[in-house]
T-cell receptor, first 112, second 114 residues
Framework: RKEVEQDPGPFNVPEGATVAFNCTYS??????FFWYRQDCRKEPKLLMS???SGNEDGRFTAQLNRASQYISLLIRDSKLSDSATYLC?????????????FGAGTRLAVHP | DAGVTQSPTHLIKTRGQQVTLRCSPK?????VSWYQQALGQGPQFIFQ???????QRGNFPDRFSGHQFPNYSSELNVNALLLGDSALYLC?????????????FGPGTRLTVT
């Protein structure tokens, strides 16, 4: 079983749609959680951190459920520019060091 | 303020050859992590360097080795290249623990092994 699992998609949605991505993680030692965005043939860039209380950044809302080991990302009012791969990332602190574990990513394609 | 830089951008090598990839961290960062990203996959952790020492390693064979220099820049070396080593190699820099999870990625080096 992969440490971080995501639905690979692709999710094909029209502009203005609301889309939700889910992610599960298996290591209960995971301490912090993130969503990264990766455009085609580019490097990953941090989109937002994810907190148990839920957090929102404009059209983006992230949620964490530690009991279920589940992370979500909601994008409202999708724009063409949201088309990208969204990577779910967990940070595991072990042996005194942090290590990031990435999911395989979920592809989003927003069409006119 | 320069971000993370990597060189070269692209590289084509033949099976069995050796390759060296380079990374300069973001200003103020002293920790460098390397990742391999195969097509359609997320980045996979290779190893992390701090104070010129490898202090964490992922599930990669000894063919993968690295180095960090006193100016915090780093190299990734891969020996005896296999076709399966074809991937995007990403370098990420951060400050030391406890902030090593705040990683900034370079644009990557795309390695093709033929």
């Amino acid at each position: 079983r992969k440490e971080v699992e995501q639905d690979p998609g692709p999710f094909n949605v029209p502009e203005g749609a609301t889309v939700a991505f889910n992610c599960t993680y298996s290591n209960s030692a995971s301490q912090s959680f993130f969503w990264y965005r990766q455009d085609c043939r580019k490097e990953p860039k941090l989109l937002m951190s994810v907190y148990s209380s839920g957090n929102e950044d404009g059209r983006f809302t992230a949620q964490l459920n530690r009991a279920s080991q589940y992370i979500s990302l909601l994008i409202r009012d999708s724009k063409l520019s949201d088309s990208a791969t969204y990577l779910c990332v967990v940070n595991i602190f072990s042996g005194g060091y942090n290590k990031l574990i990435f999911g395989a990513g979920t592809r989003l394609a927003v069409h006119p | 303020d320069a971000g993370v830089t990597q060189s070269p951008t692209h590289l084509i090598k033949t099976r069995g050859q050796q390759v060296t990839l380079r990374c300069s961290p973001k200003s103020g960062h002293d920790t460098v992590s390397w990742y391999q990203q195969a097509l359609g996959q997320g980045p996979q952790f290779i190893f992390q360097y701090y104070e010129e020492e490898e202090r964490q390693r992922g599930n990669f064979p000894d063919r993968f080795s690295g180095h960090q220099f006193p100016n915090y820049s780093s190299e990734l070396n891969v020996n005896a290249l296999l076709l399966g080593d074809s991937a995007l190699y990403l370098c990420a820099s951060s400050m030391d623990t406890p902030k090593t999870y705040e990683q900034y990625f370079g644009p990557g080096t795309r390695l093709t092994v033929t």
